[in-house]
């Protein structure tokens, strides 16, 4: 190819041809002097002739050019001569969009991982899960799973996967992992290989605890193994029995339930020697989760669900007792639709957030632009009486914005890059294995490309109808004129457009944190204040039967030893923590057949020993709470809550000394009503609740302590430490507030306050930086207008509502604009946020006042530049 | 100042690359007498644009239609002269003959009265 040698060729070209130019230039002014011109007549002449040299000249060396991308590379190196000219313009307009690019990429980065790719396994278009369609949950008992696979035509193969928490010891530290227990097809159904070692296959299934096998997660390998490639066939004690290391998982594999990372994964046959009981032959439990796998070629998912559907009508025939429902939904594996549903939602709607923040960043430097264009429109204009082609002009213009778009595109990249490095590493809760899942691969980096792009594109054409209708007699004529104040321009738009976006960021991001405030001041039907909570496991220490009701006592009684503690009760899970507890199908007395299908209502249901209200602080409205006498040998009884009374016997009076029962027939007589309270989560609605005397079911070896003290939470845990250890020195113990244990229940609020208050203080700076731009610039243009009121006798008042006056009308339109959009926005808020409420005096005053001291703050300079136009030295300069 | 030259036509694209090599067959030339050979030939009815022969002339080289090289001319002047090549010969004769097809298409449907055998 010749462009090779072209390119050291072309210089000598272009030499030559500047040559050859001005010896034709030459000849032909000594033509004209001869025939009579003076030597300065001829020259203009021949110039004259010959036309636009530097155009000539330009258009023959183009020949030689890849033509686009040279004259690109010249528009380039002018435009970062631009850029360096006004380096405050250039980082202003490049923070700009660093903060709207890298907002942009980490939500998309979130989003890629979470909702595009939430399963980064081989074929994950046919892999489907199912779920029961009325209760978007998928769980299955491990018979019915079982039933699933036999009977189905629709799938390939069905894998289960139920989750238990288990001591791992490998040898020196026994610590706590989360175990995946999966059936034995599991990696052979998402078609996983293995990273180290083997995985376990169908035929390892010999029965119950017949494959005492582990396969250890790649980062739980890394981080507790320290990456030993020697690590399979090694053995160690899951739950004190022994297991062996078979394998590791590849490293981007993080388990088929969405946020929620398994260490290790066992095979669910062996189940019963880390779960108590033998879950696996009851067709009530419901262990598994979604079972799923991939559809057999040419199936539908309609012809997928009436598979399934005529197997749930079996089971719900042959096992009325523990089986009801039978209409069913394919879901993605592991995002059942009660989570997916209003994540996709939210997630979406931040990304919504995101791009607004973008298009107001675009607004934002739109204006700049515009208003750079203008204060250039001299040079503009001399630069097209000079023959330059407007194309030319505009291209410059265009490529400088592009110039500054790419390089606060490369900054965002680079701080969301960091961003989302450390959200992928973030494990909110030690002791729980939820995880964010972010990702940065190609298509963020590609997404914030794009966005740069068209970003710079978007502001970069604002100041075109600009170029395009200058007039270069004028503007070289006339000067830069203040005259502006006339008929609304393009850049007040923009900004009206720009400061409602961010009037609309900083009222959402207001009502979030307000619902999140409310909802740590709520009624939770139990007293924060003053509450600690104790988990402990028995099982883990190796209790059962009557041991671990004896060890329930002397802890209650150890306890209340330590001086400052008020009461200490056991529950079995307390409300707000861990999950919220545990459910139970509730009927009325008078119904006959306990099927499914006639549940009168699901409850939540707590285990608690006598003393719990009082240790919880709920308020007992009537009736009596449990004694001692509450046992095996008494009387089945129950508290209940209102909403409880309400569902079952229709109202909340004369409930005392009636009765319920539940799904085995067992009748429980109610003996008193406590207030309603929160359970699972802050935005759940009105749920029933019913409160069991511990003593009247088999013991539980694992509860919790909750403990009433005024004393100082920190050196109360240290001696509620001492306390239980002198008891057993071997009991896992997990000590915190209660406020601290409802963590994992505030997780989603708290989060979305997060993403909606960055969002919010983002556009707030957009707002300052837009609103700043605008009244610097007007007051710079009018300074000499201004310094004339000033010398005519106007007030500083008069001064600043002339200077200002447009910023602020734009401001407070644009803050009324976004106000009303955010009120219509944050009904969508209400559904994660507990609370939200725009219709909230004090949300409509913040916001007000929010936007008022950003509109004082992004004018105070302009306005004490205005104030001091000094009419002497500003005339003084014409 | 401004240069509102008042140009009746543009030359269609091409044309002048076409005149340039005619005029290159006849003699190789340097700018300068190729601009002036092109307007007297055309009785000055054609106003090029001195400059624009220049990127023209580019655009020939970098085809290798023309080559060039600098020498003396007769009026002993440094120049630049510009030479036909063989296959800027060739190309000339197929533009020549596809253009004359070209423009008496264009005269038959100006004056369709006159018949098409004169």
């Known amino acids: 190819m010749d462009w090779i040698p072209s390119i050291f060729r072309r210089r000598a070209l272009y030499d030559d041809l500047n040559e050859e130019i001005r010896l034709h230039i030459e000849e032909r002014t000594e033509l004209l002097m001869r025939q009579g011109l003076s030597a300065a007549e001829a020259e203009r002449e021949a110039r004259r002739a010959f036309g636009n040299r530097t155009l000539i000249e330009e258009r023959s060396r183009e020949v030689w050019q890849w033509p686009m991308l040279e004259s690109a590379w010249g528009d380039m190196r002018l435009a970062i001569r631009q850029m360096r000219r006004s380096p405050g313009f250039t980082f202003a307009a490049m923070l700009t969009l660093a903060l709207a690019i890298g907002a942009n990429a980490v939500v998309f980065g979130v989003l890629n991982r979470i909702i595009l790719h939430p399963l980064d396994v081989p074929d994950s278009k046919s892999l489907y899960a199912f779920e029961t369609a009325e209760t978007q949950i998928g769980h299955q008992s491990y018979p019915d799973y079982l ?22 010891d490998s040898g020196k530290n026994p610590a706590r992992a989360w175990a995946y227990e999966t059936s034995g097809n599991y990696f052979d159904v998402l078609r996983i290989e293995p990273y180290l070692g083997r995985v376990f296959h169908a035929n390892d299934e010999r029965g119950p605890n017949s494959a005492p096998y582990v396969v250890l997660s790649y980062a739980y390998w890394r981080n507790h193994f320290q990456a030993d490639h020697g690590v399979v066939g090694r053995k160690v004690l899951v739950n004190k029995h022994p297991f062996t290391v078979i394998g590791v998982a590849p490293p981007a594999f993080e388990g088929t339930l969405l946020f929620f990372t398994p260490d290790c994964f066992v095979p669910i046959v062996n189940r019963n020697q880390i779960d108590d ?19 057999k070629p040419g199936v539908t998912e309609t012809q997928a669900l009436a598979d399934l559907s005529s197997i749930g009508s079996y089971l719900e025939a042959t096992y009325p007792k523990e089986d009801g429902h039978k209409n069913f939904a394919l879901i993605r594996p592991g995002f059942p639709n009660y989570l997916g549903r209003p994540l996709r939602a939210f997630v979406a709607g931040l990304m919504l957030l995101a791009g607004l923040i973008l298009l107001a960043a675009c607004a934002n430097l739109g204006g700049l632009f515009a208003a750079k264009a203008a204060d250039r429109s001299r040079e503009v204009a001399l630069r097209l009486a000079l023959g330059s082609s407007r194309r030319r002009i505009l291209r410059q213009l265009l490529t400088e914005a592009l110039l500054i778009s ?11 890059a960091v961003l989302l490095r450390r959200l992928n590493a973030w494990h909110p809760f030690p002791d729980l294995a939820l995880h964010v899942p972010a990702s940065l691969d190609g298509s963020v980096y590609l997404a914030a490309l794009a966005l740069a792009l068209i970003s710079g594109f978007l502001f970069g054409i604002v100041p075109v109808r600009q170029v395009m209708c200058a007039n270069p007699y004028g503007i070289v004529k006339a000067g830069p004129t203040g005259a502006t104040g ?11 457009v720009q400061i409602a976006i961010c009037g609309l960021l900083v009222t959402s991001s207001m009502v979030a944190v307000r619902g999140l405030m409310r909802s740590l001041h709520g009624n939770f039907g139990f007293e924060l204040r003053n509450a600690m909570v104790v988990g402990v496991d028995m099982k883990m220490a190796g209790y059962a039967g009557d041991r671990v009701t004896a060890l329930e006592e002397e802890m209650i009684g150890a306890v209340k030893t330590i001086p400052g503690v008020e009461q200490s009760a056991l529950v079995n899970n307390p409300p707000l923590v861990a999950g919220g507890g545990w459910t139970m199908n509730v009927f009325k007395d008078e119904t006959r057949d306990l099927g499914p299908s006639n549940v009168a209502t699901t409850s939540f249901q707590y285990y608690i020993s006598p003393e719990y209200f009082r240790a919880a602080g709920t308020a007992l409205l009537s009736g009596r709470a449990f004694t001692l006498q509450d046992d095996k040998n ?3 009884v129950a508290v209940i809550n209102q909403e409880f009374a309400r569902r079952i016997f229709g109202s909340e009076r004369e409930v005392l000394g009636r009765y319920f029962k539940s799904a085995d027939g067992t009748r429980r007589q109610v003996v008193g009503i406590v207030e309603d309270g929160r359970y699972f989560n802050f935005s759940e609605a009105q749920q029933p609740a019913v409160f069991l005397p511990m003593l009247q079911t088999t013991p539980l070896n694992s509860v919790w302590l909750v403990v009433r003290s005024n004393r100082d939470p920190q050196q109360l845990a240290t001696d509620m430490r001492t306390k239980l250890r002198a008891l057993d020195a071997g009991l896992p113990l997990e000590i915190e507030t209660w406020t601290k244990g409802m963590d994992f229940a505030l997780f989603p609020s708290r989060m979305a306050t997060v993403c909606l208050g960055v969002m919010g203080l983002l556009g707030a700076v957009l707002s300052i930086t837009g609103i700043f731009g605008m009244a610097a610039y007007t007051v710079s243009k009018r300074l000499k207008e201004l310094g004339i009121r000033v010398a005519l006798g106007a007030q500083p008042s008069e001064v600043l509502l002339t200077a200002l006056g447009r910023a602020l009308k734009v401001l407070a339109l644009g803050s009324a604009g976004g106000l009303v959009l955010g009120i219509m926005a944050s009904r969508v808020l209400a559904h994660i946020v507990f609370q939200a409420s725009p219709r909230d005096p004090f949300v409509l005053a913040g916001v007000v006042l929010a936007m008022s001291l950003l509109g004082l703050l992004a004018t105070w300079v302009p306005a004490q530049r205005a104030l001091s136009a000094d009419p002497l030295i500003l005339l003084r300069e014409e | 100042m401004p240069m509102m030259k008042a140009s009746p036509r543009d030359l269609f694209p091409g044309a002048l690359e076409m005149m340039i090599l005619e005029s290159l067959r006849r003699q190789p030339a340097h700018g300068y007498a190729l601009v002036q050979h092109i307007q007297q030939r055309s009785n000055n009815l054609l106003q090029v644009e001195e400059g624009s022969l220049y990127p023209a002339l580019q655009r020939l080289l970098k085809a290798k239609l023309v080559k060039a090289a600098w020498g003396v001319s007769s009026t002993n002047r440094r120049v630049r002269t510009y030479q036909i090549t063989p296959s800027g010969l060739r190309y000339l004769e197929q533009q020549i003959s596809s253009f004359a097809r070209m423009f008496e298409g264009i005269a038959l449907v100006l004056n369709p009265e006159q018949s098409p055998a004169s």
Do not use: C, K, M
């Open chain 1, 277 to 295: 009981g033998n879950q696996l032959s009851e067709r009530g439990t419901r262990i598994i989760w979604e079972p799923f796998g991939h559809l």
């Open chain 1, 147 to 168: 039933d699933f696979r036999a009977r189905n035509r629709s799938f390939e193969d069905l894998a289960a996967f139920g989750i238990s928490q288990a001591v791992l």
């Open chain 1, 486 to 496: 006339r008929r609304v321009t393009l850049r007040e738009v923009l900004l009206v």
């Open chain 1, 634 to 636: 008494a009387p089945l």
């Open chain 1, 406 to 416: 790419l390089a606060g595109g490369a900054a965002g990249l680079l701080v969301s």
